[in-house]
C-alpha cells in the first residue's frame, strides 16, 4: 500500500520505518525542515533500538522518504496514519488534542479521493467522531474518507519491535470500508496470529488509557509495597516473586523503583483520571489519583534513602547519578524521574554529575546544570555515592571489582532495584536499594 505517516516523533519515525519493513511505500510529513532532511539522509534524530538500521535500509531503498508537504502525502498515499503529538492540555490533566485537528485540517482540503485516516495519538474519548466529521466536511471526497482510531501500545526502546510483533492490534471503527482497510495496512502482521480487536471508536479509545493507567497503578501499588518494606524490614524483591508466581497478577511491570515517566504513561494516567471524574465514576477517579499520588511521592523517597545511605546531609556531597533517560532503550528524558531525582539532589546540596549510555544530549538541554559524561569508569571518580535511576543493562553488566577503586566511598544506591546486590558486596561496596535491606 501507499501510506503517509503525519508526524515524525517517537511515535511516527518508528511507525514509518516498521510500516516500509512491512513491504509498504511510506512518506512521512513533519513541519520542522531541519528533522525532514536528516531523515532523508538516513539520521535518525530520536535513539531507539533497532530504529537507525531500518530507517538507513528503506530510506536507501527509497520505499520510505520525508517531506514537509502534506499535499504530497495527500496526493501520494491511500491511507494515512495520525502520529502527532497530544501533551497535556494546560489544565494539567487532559489531552492537548490541538495537533491532531491540526493535523486534519492541513491534510483533509487535499483529499480527493476515497482513503482512510487511522489516527494513532492517545486522545480523549470522543475525538474520532469529531474527527470525522471535521474531515469529511473539509474534504472533496467527503464520505469517501474513512476515519479509524487505531491506539499505539509501544514501549520507548521496543518501539520497532512493538510495531513489528505487537501482542494485539485495536481497531475503532464504523463501516466495513474502514476495517478493511486496516486488516490490508496489517496485513503481514495478521497473519502471523497477531489478534485485532475491531470496536467501536470510544472503546478504541479507552482502551489504550486504560491499559497504561493499570501499568501506572500496578507500579505504584509495588512502589507502596516497598515503603512497607522499608519501614518493617522486609524484602520487596521477595514479595515480588511471591506474587508475580500467582496467574491472577504476575510480575511484569511491578519493579520497585523511583516510579514512571516519560511523554505518554504519565499524560495517561492524568487524562484518564479527568476522563474518570467527567464520567462521574468517582471512586474510579479517586482510585487512580491515589497512584498518581504515590508515583509523585517516589523523589523524596530516594531522596531520603540516599540521605540515609549517605549517613550525613547531602549538602556538599558529590553524587553520580547512573541514568538521565526515563528509562532504558531510549533517548527520551520528558518527565524522568531519574532527572527529577538529580535535580532534588542538587537541590538539597549534592554537586551531581549524570551518566546516561544515550540520552546525554538530551538531558543536557532540558537540563544543563549538572555535569555530563558519556563514560562509566570516569562517572563515578571521586563519587561519595552513585545513584543508579535508570536501569540500563550497561549497569547491571558492569564490572562492581573494576570500578570499587574509583568513588571516594563505594556506595551504590539502587533506585531502580536492578543489580545483584551479593555480587557488588562481594566486591567491596556497600549498597542499598528500594524496599531491600541495606547493609
Not at 245 to 272: N, T
Request: aromatic content about 6%.
Amino acid at each position: 500500500m501507499r501510506v503517509s505517516v503525519i508526524g515524525c516523533g517517537h511515535l511516527g519515525i518508528p511507525h514509518a520505518a516498521a510500516m516500509a519493513e512491512l513491504g509498504h511505500e511510506v512518506i512521512g510529513v513533519d513541519v520542522d525542515r531541519s528533522k525532514v532532511d536528516r531523515l532523508n539522509a538516513g539520521e535518525c534524530p530520536i535513539y531507539e533500538t533497532g530504529l537507525p538500521d531500518l530507517l538507513t535500509r528503506h530510506t536507501a531503498a527509497g520505499r520510505l522518504r520525508f517531506t514537509t508537504d502534506v499535499r504530497e502525502a495527500a496526493a501520494f498515499a491511500e491511507l494515512h496514519f495520525i502520529g502527532v503529538g497530544t501533551p497535556i492540555d494546560a489544565d494539567g490533566r487532559s489531552y492537548d488534542t490541538g495537533q491532531v485537528y491540526g493535523a486534519i485540517r492541513q491534510l483533509a482540503p487535499h483529499l480527493a479521493r476515497p482513503c482512510t485516516i487511522v489516527g494513532k495519538s492517545t486522545v480523549t474519548v470522543g475525538t474520532t467522531a469529531q474527527v470525522t466529521a471535521l474531515a469529511q466536511r473539509l474534504a472533496p471526497a467527503r464520505s469517501a474518507v474513512e476515519v479509524v482510531w487505531n491506539p499505539e501500545f509501544l514501549r520507548e526502546g521496543h518501539a520497532v519491535e512493538d510495531t513489528l510483533r505487537p501482542d494485539r492490534i485495536i481497531a475503532g471503527l464504523t463501516t466495513a470500508a474502514g476495517e478493511k482497510a486496516i486488516r490490508a495496512v496489517y496485513a503481514p502482521i495478521l497473519d502471523t496470529g497477531v489478534p485485532l480487536f475491531v470496536t467501536d471508536p470510544q472503546t478504541a479509545e479507552l482502551a489504550k488509557g486504560a491499559a497504561n493507567t493499570f501499568l501506572g497503578l500496578k507500579i505504584s501499588y509495588i512502589n507502596a509495597v516497598a515503603d512497607m518494606c522499608d519501614a518493617a524490614g522486609g524484602d520487596v524483591s521477595r514479595i515480588v516473586d511471591i506474587l508475580g508466581i500467582d496467574p491472577r497478577i504476575g510480575s511484569g511491570g511491578m519493579r520497585p523503583g523511583i516510579g514512571y515517566g516519560g511523554g505518554c504513561l504519565p499524560k495517561d494516567v492524568r487524562a484518564f483520571t479527568a476522563s474518570a471524574r467527567q464520567l462521574g465514576a468517582d471512586r474510579a477517579a479517586g482510585l487512580l489519583r491515589a497512584a498518581e499520588e504515590i508515583n509523585e511521592s517516589r523523589t523524596p523517597v530516594a531522596v531520603a534513602l540516599v540521605t540515609r545511605a549517605l549517613g550525613r546531609p547531602l549538602a556538599g556531597a558529590a553524587i553520580t547519578v547512573w541514568g538521565a533517560a526515563f528509562k532504558p532503550g531510549t533517548n527520551d528524558v520528558r518527565e524522568s524521574p531519574a532527572l527529577s531525582l538529580a535535580q532534588a539532589l542538587r537541590q538539597a546540596g549534592a554537586s551531581v554529575t549524570v551518566h546516561d549510555p544515550q540520552a546525554v544530549a538530551t538531558a543536557m538541554r532540558r537540563n544543563p546544570e549538572f555535569e555530563y559524561t558519556e563514560d562509566l569508569a570516569p562517572s563515578v571518580h571521586g563519587a561519595e555515592a552513585v545513584v543508579l535511576a535508570t536501569e540500563w543493562p550497561e549497569y547491571r553488566e558492569a564490572d562492581p571489582a573494576a570500578l570499587v577503586s574509583a568513588p571516594a566511598h563505594p556506595l551504590m544506591v539502587d533506585c531502580r532495584t536492578t543489580l545483584d546486590a551479593d555480587r557488588w558486596r562481594a566486591a567491596g561496596w556497600t549498597i542499598h536499594q528500594l524496599g531491600r535491606p541495606g547493609r
